[in-house]
């Protein structure tokens, strides 16, 4: 059974922190410029991670005032390089699990409990 992450409950409040990967939970996701696709959650006190299909990492985290920010990793990153940073993300009334930011970019993460 699928059950919907609050992404506000799951992640904590770390301005800039990096998530590092935990146990993850088999789940789905849907990123803007992707298909829904099934992903491996990593949940932290820090925020969440998971692959995206084209080998980068998306990683989130929530800020201050119920905002987030989520960070695009490179698949073939090197130490020191730079994440892009994609700020202002808001949860999406009435899609538990759902953030966007405006209406240029999209997530939803669903885990199976």
Excluded: H, N
């Excluded at 985290?61 to 990793?73: D, P, Q, V």
């Excluded at 130490?79 to 699990?97: C, I, K, S």
Aim: proline residues 4%.
């Amino acid at each position: 059974m699928k059950r919907m992450i609050w992404a506000a409950a799951v992640v904590a409040a770390a301005v800039g922190a990096m998530v590092t990967l935990a146990a993850a939970a088999p789940g789905q996701c849907m990123v803007t410029g992707y298909d829904t696709f099934d992903c491996d959650v990593a949940l932290d006190g820090g925020g969440l991670t998971f692959a995206l299909p084209d080998g980068k990492t998306f990683a989130f985290t929530l800020t201050e005032g119920g905002t987030g920010s989520a960070f695009l990793i490179e698949a073939d990153a090197r130490p020191g390089q730079m994440p892009e940073e994609l700020r202002d993300f808001r949860a999406v009334d009435g899609r538990p699990g759902c953030w966007a930011r405006g209406e240029d970019f999209e997530f939803c993460v669903l885990v199976e409990q």
